[in-house]
Structures are given as structure tokens and as C-alpha cells.
């Protein structure tokens, strides 16, 4: 063969060789460089990936601006009542305090009876004097008048008792020119002295006068001696006052 014949043959080896290299690189073996080809359409999208790992953690930030204040909230409900705590200690004990005024109930009372020369014939509408005072501190009866002047506003006890000789006897019990009580004893001339007593309640306001006033001319039998007497007497049972005790 000669050196002409074995070229081409070495030649078509050599392209052998060069094509079964670019079948393994994926390529198309040419011999010739050509035009670049039309773009391929787009792939189909492939399958999600993996989760990829966690991130480090970020740096802290800086504060922020301190916001403005909210409107204020509407109150809550009341609470359940809590348990009663426990005692506390005593105080100290207060300064003494100054000493008060004495409060006394008031007080209102006389008694007073007929001298014997007082026991002559009086006339009707005359205050009967009871002129020897037996008791009369507050100094309310006056016995020249034979009237008795309150002072305190209550009730008052008054009672009469009279002797009667000589003749027969009426008299009143006269508040303000009004009778309040009137009392009789007739005398049948007796050897000895009968009696006449008589008393009531009488309700009194500062200035009401109380006195005895003979009621009948020819009654005067009002009769006094060493050894029996004829008495007028006053009393207060009660007080109007509020409190019925003044301050001494």
C-alpha cells in the first residue's frame, strides 16, 4: 500500500478518536463552526428545594421613642370584701377633761300658818294671810300678801288645813283671781274646834299667783291657838324644765 493510500485512512482514525470524545463531553462533533441556533423554549419548573437551615439571630435593636399616654380606663369592679383584720392596740388615754358644773333639781316649796291674831272676821274676797313662816327658802310665798308667786314652771301640791270654831267655815283656793278648789265646814257650836283640809294640783308658770280667799261673809270660821293651828302649804312635784334640773 502506499504512503498516498494510507493517509486518508490515518486521517478517518483520527476523526474516530475525535468524534467519540465529544459523544462523551455531550457535544456534536463538526467540522465546521456555524451560525449560533434559534434559543430553545423555556424548561419546565423543577421540584421545591429543601428547607434551608435557620438563620443566626439578628442584633438587638436600639429602645424605641416612649409612646404618648393612653386615655384612662374606666374603673373596675369592687372587689370582694376582705376579712375583718385583727384588733389594733388600745389608745393612750385622754387628758382629764375640766371639771363640769353641778347640775341640783330646781326646787319650789313653803308652808306657813295664822298667828292668832289673825283670826278675827275677814271679809269675803280677802287673801288669807298666813303670816308665821314654818318653811319658805326660795322665798316664794310672801306673807304679807298671803300669795304664793311661782318662780319654777310644773306642777305644784297645795293644801290648806284650817281650824274651825266659832263659826262655819268656807275659803277657795285661787290661782290668777280664779278658784281652783273650794272647801266648807259648818260649826254647830260645838264646845271644841272641828277641822277643814283640803288640797290639789296645780299647774304654774312663772308669775301665777296661788293664795286662800275667803268665800262667804258669814263663814269665817278660821281659827288659831297655842294648841292648834290653821296651815298653808306648797310644793313642787315636777318641773317643766327640759332637762328638770337647772345648773346651781
Not at 71 to 96: F, Y
Not at 122 to 139: R, S, T, W, Y
Request: proline share 8%; net charge negative.
Amino acid at each position: 500500500m502506499t504512503s498516498l493510500q494510507t493517509c486518508p485512512l490515518s486521517l478517518l482514525l483520527v476523526i474516530a478518536v475525535h468524534c467519540s470524545n465529544s459523544l462523551e463531553d455531550n457535544k456534536i462533533p463538526s467540522l465546521c463552526t456555524g451560525s449560533p441556533g434559534i434559543p430553545g423554549s423555556p424548561g419546565l419548573h423543577g421540584s421545591p428545594g429543601q428547607p434551608g437551615r435557620d438563620g443566626r439571630d439578628g442584633r438587638d435593636a436600639r429602645p424605641g421613642e416612649k409612646g404618648e399616654t393612653g386615655d384612662r380606663g374606666e374603673p373596675g369592679q369592687p372587689g370582694v370584701r376582705g376579712l375583718a383584720g385583727d384588733r389594733g392596740d388600745p389608745g393612750e388615754k385622754g387628758e382629764r377633761g375640766s371639771p363640769g358644773e353641778c347640775a341640783v333639781a330646781p326646787k319650789s316649796a313653803f308652808s306657813a300658818k295664822l298667828s292668832e291674831s289673825r283670826t278675827s272676821p275677814m271679809a269675803v274676797g280677802d287673801a288669807v294671810h298666813f303670816d308665821k313662816i314654818i318653811l319658805n327658802e326660795q322665798g316664794d310665798y310672801n306673807p304679807e300678801t298671803g300669795r304664793f308667786t311661782c318662780r319654777v314652771p310644773g306642777v305644784y301640791y297645795f293644801a290648806v288645813h284650817a281650824t274651825v270654831y266659832r263659826s262655819s267655815l268656807q275659803f277657795d283656793l285661787v290661782k290668777n283671781g280664779h278658784t281652783v278648789a273650794s272647801y266648807f265646814q259648818i260649826f254647830g257650836n260645838w264646845s271644841k274646834p272641828a277641822s277643814l283640809s283640803g288640797g290639789t294640783l296645780v299647774h304654774s308658770i312663772p308669775g301665777d299667783q296661788v293664795w286662800v280667799q275667803m268665800a262667804l261673809g258669814e263663814y269665817t270660821g278660821f281659827y288659831s291657838s297655842p294648841k292648834t293651828d290653821s296651815t298653808f302649804t306648797g310644793f313642787l312635784v315636777y318641773s317643766d324644765w327640759k332637762d328638770s334640773a337647772v345648773f346651781a
